[in-house]
């Protein structure tokens, strides 16, 4: 063996390893040709699916060098029908994988393949079975120096951990299963070690509503209780920040996720399916998961997203032209900056934007760089390399107008995608994101910037099995950490691609997921109904902060995949703000009655709402002006300001020149002429008379009616008294005598005898002749249900 160094390329251990190995396969071959000659029907080797099923649980270190120990530990389970004798679990050292490529190919296969799964270590590195029982798992566990490994030159090995025994079908040994993960080996430092950026996200979906509690306190109200569970101890967010404050990374948060758990310090609501609210119960927690995040945070770099983490590609393809969506971008982007500083006393980084899964095109681009960001981070898969580059190239691109692409590696970025619950899954996740970055880092002894930006809300698992990745990378030989801000700035590679890909390219399952057009128009409606409220308050922030950032959520990336529940939030919020618009509003009217020539007209305006409202103005419009007018002419209108709880009545002078139903409309406007409520209509009824004139009228007749039976009650008593005097001799000329006294020959009314004619003229009829009397008007009559017109 002394020899072996002499052979060109290779150092004396790499050499005696590859004359070990060549000894194996000589002394192998034999063995070989024997078991080509089995008979047909008893294969050697498995066919298909292995009836064994191998899990990989534990293999540590994950990255070992010279002096370790590897230790593999996992579960073999029997699914055949058959027991398997005679069985061992063996680790076998496969190929070196020099490419990426490779690593993929590696990972895809299942089953057992002889020569590609590579030979046994043996000897005493395995763990016997004397049989597995079909449907029970048994444990193993095989420690191994690494030097036994025979590895070779640095790099990234296949690793088989493999169970061979018998069958009673088969009685001879053979491969019954496999399964395969990845070695990574540098036992020294790398010449260049890759500049790794990993983006540790704090994100979660919406949780707040737009609604707060009445009174000054403004209790927030929160669409449910799930944030109190995520940052709860074992929740997701709870291990994001529990794992993360230990690792060397680059934090991206959310400014709404610590709006969020800001507000659950204080007492706060949760909605109801009836839409009432109960009290939160996240009041501990969340105080604690904030003094724990400002903790983790201080010296590190931390990324703030807009607001909300709005959907750039959404607003991009759907938003862009509807009146506003701009604007709210802008706003989710300034405010991301005081809230950060407000909660966790740091400022961040504002100069990144982050499209859903990396995936960009021009417009996305120009709709992300229009709210101030500077640097787009894109991913490998949407931003592919075209030229013909034999490494991966470092992830800044500048694509020209001061903008730099931050290229993602998409392998490095999904690799913990899938479901981590399992140890064997995210154990073997872990093993390939290392072999993967090893491959990366011995493409070429060039020094390049790689990032990592895994999906937006990792599950408590895959945060788990992020950081057995990121603790093991940062403890390697061939990587170190570096903030993302550096990685930016880094000098790109002359080759690599700058070129943004087409509209055309934008991936179809993403296109389907995005927020529709109709989104942003309703979230435009919504800002119109704000602004016009916010005119007439006194204190704009009681609205516009809770409704400003509903806005934002509403363009929320959290809402893809989940239409029905962006659809439900976005009515709520317009629903809540008509039903604070409506706590100002004119009071309902019935028909009113207006007697006579002029009168004055009363509409009251009620304000339910704490504060004081102003700026608006009330119109009072007649609908035929030339019967009826208000002051001088077709309308009037008067200001309008109300205190909180209060209401207040508004009085209009009419003047009506004709009778009949006449309807008037009572609108509020705002100051600068926009309609604020619904209008108020009722008829005003006009009449001649007043009850007042009718009444007099009445008394009169009545009067009339009492003299007139007076006198002829007297005339009968006088004419009786003359026909009863003795010696009257004219009894036979009575009644001509009664009919002659009613008038003397002049026309004067005959008094009977003994009256004064003071009696008779107080008691005498009112003559046609005499003056006619004034009824004009006095005061109003009634108008609708008990109220009076005021004159």
Do not use: C
């Not at 060039?446 to 698992?461: G, H, Y």
């Amino acid at each position: 063996m002394a020899e072996a160094a002499d052979f060109p390329g290779l150092t004396p251990s790499p050499a005696r390893r590859w004359f070990r190995r060549a000894g194996v396969l000589l002394t192998g071959a034999p063995l070989l040709a024997g078991l080509l000659q089995l008979p047909t029907g008893q294969p050697a080797y498995a066919a298909g699916s292995d009836p064994v099923v191998v899990s990989l649980d534990s293999l540590t270190p994950s990255a070992p060098t010279d002096g370790d120990t590897l230790t593999v530990s996992g579960t073999v389970t029997n699914k055949g029908k058959r027991t398997v004798t005679d069985a061992h679990v063996d680790l076998r050292v496969g190929q070196l994988l020099t490419t990426r490529s490779g690593i993929d190919d590696v990972a895809a296969r299942t089953d057992y393949e002889m020569g590609a799964d590579g030979t046994e270590v043996g000897g005493k590195y395995v763990e016997k079975f004397s049989k597995l029982t079909p449907g029970v798992a048994q444990p193993f566990t095989i420690s191994v120096p690494v030097d036994k490994l025979d590895l070779g030159q640095d790099g990234v090995y296949e690793l088989g951990v493999s169970l061979s025994g018998e069958t009673s079908a088969e009685p001879y040994e053979r491969v019954l299963g496999i399964k395969r993960t990845f070695l990574p080996w540098q036992p020294e430092e790398a010449d260049t070690r890759t500049r790794t950026t990993y983006l540790w996200p704090l994100i979660s979906t919406v949780h707040m509503t737009a609604e707060t509690g009445p009174g000054e306190q403004q209790t927030p109200v929160f669409l449910n209780d799930d944030l109190a569970a995520e940052i709860s101890p074992g929740g997701r967010l709870e291990q994001m920040l529990s794992l993360g404050k230990e690792l060397d990374v680059t934090w991206v948060i959310d400014p709404d996720l610590l709006a969020s758990v800001d507000a659950m310090i204080g007492s706060y609501g949760v909605q109801g399916a009836d839409g009432s609210s109960t009290p939160g119960t996240g009041q501990a927690v969340a105080k604690q998961w904030l003094a724990e995040l400002q903790d983790a945070v201080e010296g590190k770099e931390v990324v703030a997203l807009p607001f909300g983490d709005p959907d750039l590609a959404s607003i991009a393809h759907n938003g862009k032209n509807v009146t506003g969506t701009l604007s709210h971008l802008k706003s989710a982007t300034d405010v991301a900056t005081n809230t950060v500083e407000t909660i966790l006393h740091i400022t961040p980084s504002t100069d990144f934007a982050w499209p859903v899964n990396g995936a960009v095109d021009p417009s996305i681009v120009k709709i992300a760089t229009s709210a101030g960001a500077d640097k787009v981070i894109a991913r490998s898969d949407s931003l592919k390399e075209t030229g013909d580059l034999p490494y991966t190239p470092s992830a800044a691109r500048p694509i020209g107008g001061g903008t730099t692409m931050v290229v993602a590696d998409t392998r490095l970025s999904t690799a913990f995608q899938g479901d981590m619950t399992s140890a064997g899954s995210s154990t073997l996740a872990v093993q390939k994101f290392l072999a993967t970055s090893l491959t990366t880092t011995l493409q070429t002894d060039k020094q390049r910037t790689v990032v990592v930006a895994p999906q937006r809300m990792p599950s408590a698992s895959q945060a788990q099995t992020m950081e057995k990745a990121i603790t093991a990378l940062q403890d390697s030989n061939w990587s170190q950490p570096q903030e993302l801000t550096a990685t930016a700035d880094t000098k790109p590679d002359p080759g690599a691609t700058t070129k943004v890909p087409a509209a055309s390219s934008y991936p179809t399952t993403l296109r389907r997921h995005q927020l529709p057009q109709a989104a942003f128009a309703q979230i435009a409606s919504t800002q119109d109904k704000l602004d016009n409220f916010k005119i007439i308050l006194t204190d704009e922030t009681r609205v516009e902060t809770p409704f400003g950032r509903a806005i934002n959520r509403e363009m929320a990336t959290s809402w893809r995949g989940r239409s029905r529940e962006a659809d439900s939030f976005r009515r709520g919020v317009e629903l809540h703000l008509d039903e604070l618009t409506d706590q100002v509003r004119l009071i309902k009217k019935s028909e009113t009655k207006l007697s006579g020539g002029s009168a004055t007209i009363p509409v009251t305006v009620q304000n339910n709402l704490v504060q004081p409202v102003d700026n608006l103005v009330l119109r009072f419009t007649s609908t035929n002006p030339t019967r009826l007018k208000i002051g001088d002419g077709a309308y009037q209108e008067q200001d309008i300001a109300v205190s909180g709880g209060h209401s207040q009545s508004v009085k209009f002078t009419t003047s009506s020149n004709a009778n009949g139903p006449i309807t008037v409309i009572a609108q509020l406007y705002t100051k600068d002429g926009q309609k604020y409520g619904p209008a108020v209509s009722f008829n005003v009824r006009v009449t001649e008379f007043t009850a007042m004139a009718m009444l007099v009228i009445g008394g009169g007749f009545l009067l009339l009616v009492l003299a007139g039976l007076r006198m002829y009650t007297q005339r009968k008593r006088a004419a009786a008294r003359l026909a009863a005097e003795p010696g009257n001799g004219h009894e036979d000329e009575t009644a001509d005598e009664d009919a002659g006294a009613d008038e003397n020959q002049d026309g004067s009314e005959s008094r009977p005898q003994g009256e004064s004619d003071a009696s008779v003229r107080a008691d005498a009829p009112e003559q046609p002749s005499d003056p006619t009397p004034n009824t004009a008007p006095e005061s109003a009559g009634p108008s609708g249900t008990g109220e009076r017109v005021d004159r």
